[in-house]
């Protein structure tokens, strides 16, 4: 599976075909309901987060999104710019209203990182920047448990 030239992780191509990842038929929503990730585990990893929601093939850019449906992405509150939007493949999310996405990030045409968009707040200024959290998408879903 490919987003581009870019090349999906074959393990997350696996979780897929296995049935722990949603697949094209699979309903987002129903993980807002009943997520697939614990509660603790997501805070293990992002302490300000309650849920992750794993998106469903086919797979877009961030790019994509700011191009056709959605501005939000060119605004100031995305630190726009800090990362090549063409670059990062969204790959899950916190749930309704995070405005946070989990992406693999391809500096590389190979091996993608996994990072996030950190919302913060240093004395009322907004701050947000992307987090590498993980160098492969191998320990990210070690660490999620899946």
């Known amino acids: ?84 939007y063409d670059k990062a493949v969204v790959i899950a999310d916190f749930g309704l209203g995070s405005d946070s996405v989990i992406i693999l990030y391809y500096e590389s045409t190979n091996l993608p990182v996994v990072m996030y968009l950190n919302w913060s707040f240093v004395e009322q200024k907004i701050c947000h920047s992307w987090v590498k959290t993980h160098d492969s998408f191998d320990s990210f879903i070690k660490d999620i448990d899946l």
């Open 1 to 84: 599976m490919k987003v581009y030239d870019f090349k999906i992780p074959g393990s997350l191509c696996q979780l897929i075909d296995d049935g722990v990842w949603p697949d094209e038929n699979s309903s987002i929503n129903r993980q807002e309901r009943e997520p697939l990730i614990s509660k603790e585990v997501v805070q293990r990893i992002f302490p300000d987060f309650d849920k992750i929601v794993l998106m469903k093939p086919p797979f877009h850019t961030i790019g994509d999104e700011a191009k056709v449906w959605n501005d939000f992405w060119v605004t100031f509150l995305t630190n726009f710019g800090e990362i090549d």
